[in-house]
């Protein structure tokens, strides 16, 4: 079974701090994923990437960065959170041959 | 670019009853992937149906199929015989196979109430 996990499920943090939010996918997925989720925007692309170093930004990258130094790890990263990213991140992997994206359980930031 | 909207933001159904959630997309394209996912109340967010344009038949799983018109760019949800554990949020995706990034287009979802 194909398993996405995201470091954490809630995260408070405070206005300017650096945040890192993880993902891990154990199924060698060459391609990750990471999404915001607001109510009414539906889930918007913020930066993909299709292998180790590789990343792309997505619809919305300002304001955050992506670090993919291991295949299995997808790092989305805030270099100085601000209140209007407070929101759900998603994380995803898609496996070509299925043609499927999987994702993981989210991170629900809070920034105050 | 690609869109694609769903134009109910929120829905209701009778537990055992048939529901149809929405779902219209934009492109230029011929061939693409069309998706419908579900995420439940605070949990992982899962592939419910896919549907490639390329095949006429519409996709079924279970209890749940689709309604694709191609023509029209139509891409409906069909739940049948309404269980409380379908109320979630439901999105509606499209993939281009040309873009060989593997980039989703979301809609901005529905969420459905299923009513004892």
């Known amino acids: 079974d194909v398993k996405v996990t995201q470091s954490s499920r809630y995260l408070v943090k405070r206005t300017g701090e650096k945040v890192f939010l993880e993902c891990v996918q154990d199924m060698d997925h060459e391609n990750m994923f990471w999404y915001r989720q607001d109510p009414g925007l539906g889930l918007r692309l913020i930066y993909f990437s299709y292998d180790v170093k590789m990343k792309e930004k997505g619809d919305i990258p300002e304001g955050y960065s992506v670090s993919r130094e291991k295949k299995e790890r997808f790092s989305l990263i805030l270099e100085s959170a601000s209140t209007n990213q407070t929101s759900m991140y998603l994380c995803a992997s898609h496996i070509p041959s299925t043609n499927t994206q999987y994702f993981g359980p989210g991170t629900r930031l809070t920034v105050l | 670019a690609q869109t694609v909207t769903q134009s109910q933001p929120e829905m209701s159904v009778q537990e055992a009853e048939t529901v149809t959630l929405s779902c219209t997309y934009d492109t230029s394209e011929s061939d693409y992937y069309l998706f419908w996912y579900k995420q439940p109340p605070s949990r992982q967010m899962i592939l419910v149906i896919r549907q490639e344009a390329y095949k006429q038949q519409n996709a079924t799983e279970n209890r749940f199929s689709v309604n694709f018109q191609k023509a029209a760019k139509s891409f409906s949800l069909k739940i049948s015989d309404s269980q409380l554990g379908d109320a979630a949020m439901y999105f509606c995706?499209?993939?281009?196979?040309?873009?060989?990034?593997?980039?989703?287009?979301f809609g901005t979802g529905t969420r459905l109430k299923v009513l004892a």
């Open positions: 995706a499209y993939r281009s196979p040309t873009s060989g990034t593997y980039k989703y287009i």
